[in-house]
């Protein structure tokens, strides 16, 4: 029983192991970095927002995030993992990357100071005689 769901646990990661072991590392490197940079970006507008619930300072975390979700929407436009392949037939286009960026860090930020504004709940205040 437990040994049973151990290996169904184990042998499919071992395999993605195998795999990636015998692939060129500055791939894998180049798509382990893609990925943290996004991690660090979603816990950055999670922190955010949980700094906004518990009233502390949220733009500590804001701000980086902003400038996170900007290097990782770039990064994914240019990288040749990504959509570079596609969007980049003669060489890096960052005229095209770099705004995009700008303009999904830009969005993201709307999205969530929008978000704080929708949830900043006033204390009610009951009128006497009612």
């Known amino acids: 029983g437990k040994m049973q769901k151990r290996l169904v646990l184990c042998v499919p990661l071992l395999a993605v192991g195998a795999f990636v072991g015998h692939l060129d590392y500055s791939i894998v490197w180049r798509y382990f970095s893609w990925t943290n940079q996004t991690l660090a970006m979603i816990v950055l507008w999670a922190a955010s927002m949980f700094l906004f619930y518990e009233k502390k300072n949220y733009w500590i975390t804001a701000v980086p995030a902003t ?12 990288g040749n993992e990504c959509l570079g392949q596609f969007l980049n037939k003669d060489g890096y286009n960052t005229a095209l990357a770099y705004p995009v960026g700008i303009l999904f860090a830009a969005l993201f930020l709307g999205i969530f100071l929008y978000s704080i504004k929708k949830r900043d709940v006033k204390p009610q205040y009951e009128t006497l005689g009612k």
């Not at 400038?67 to 240019?78: G, N, Q």
């Open 67 to 78: 400038f996170m979700t900007a290097v990782s929407i770039t990064y994914f436009m240019l």
